[in-house]
């Protein structure tokens, strides 16, 4: 079955651009009609969908946070990146990434990688 | 955006009970939603997609209800297991939302 493996630096400076990618093993990240999704969750907090893409490159992102935001594909390497431009602390969460589709849930999801933001 | 409201905050509940957790959307979406089970320290795990559809290898004890505006995720009888934080997710209009989630304690 597919599964997904987040990876990273743990610490990023305020300011500078977080820079995450996900490895999708078990699975072509090109086969089916899915979408792949970057999600995040401050600690002892709640859910945030960040954004997504397709393996055409098509890409969607939550409006609050579209223009800081950059969401890649790498078919040749089953991955896919998250870009998150001028980080502050408010940034610090646990980063997901997980797989979707058109009017679909998300399912599996990675096991999570914690970003903090702080010099 | 569809804003979804989960209550109650917290639900105290000893083994063996029933819990029933409600989502409430701020406007229509369809059937498209989703119940996920989250434990301290690990990634949200789908239950429910469709307002009704189990995942695959979710116990039957789980199940999903509603349409529209009002959803309700029933646990029939907790076990140890399930005592966690469940968020609600709608997928029926972009951008992708989240309930603020409800913990379901030992009591």
């Known amino acids: 079955q597919v599964q997904l493996q987040e990876s990273g630096p743990g610490l990023v400076k305020p300011s500078q651009t977080l820079s995450l990618t996900c490895t999708v093993s078990?699975?072509?990240?090109?086969?089916?009609?899915?979408?792949w999704s970057w999600i995040r969750q401050p600690a002892g907090k709640g859910l945030e969908w960040i954004g997504r893409i397709y393996t055409s490159g098509s890409t969607n992102y939550n409006p609050s946070l579209k223009s800081r935001v950059t969401i890649s594909v790498d078919t040749s390497k089953n991955q896919f990146s998250l870009k998150l431009s001028s980080v502050t602390a408010a940034d610090t969460a646990v980063y997901y990434c997980?797989?979707?589709?058109?009017?679909?849930?998300?399912?599996?999801w990675g096991q999570g990688t914690l970003v903090t933001v702080s010099s | 955006e569809i804003v979804l409201t989960q209550s109650p905050g917290t639900l105290s509940l000893s083994p063996g009970e029933r819990a029933t957790l409600s989502c409430r959307a701020s406007?229509?979406?369809?059937?498209?939603l989703a119940w996920y089970q989250q434990k301290p320290g690990q990634a949200p795990r789908l239950l429910i997609y469709g307002a009704s559809s189990r995942a695959t290898g979710i116990p039957d004890r789980f199940s999903g209800s509603g349409s529209g505006t009002d959803f309700t995720l029933t646990i029939s009888g907790l076990e140890p297991e399930d005592f966690a934080v469940y968020y609600c997710?709608?997928?029926?209009?972009?951008?992708?939302?989240f309930g603020g989630g409800t913990k379901v304690e030992i009591k």
């Open positions: 997710h709608q997928y029926g209009s972009s951008p992708d939302t």
């Open positions: 997980t797989r979707d589709g058109y009017l679909r849930w998300f399912d599996p």
């Open positions: 406007q229509s979406v369809s059937s498209y």
């Open positions: 078990g699975g072509s990240i090109s086969s089916g009609s899915y979408y």
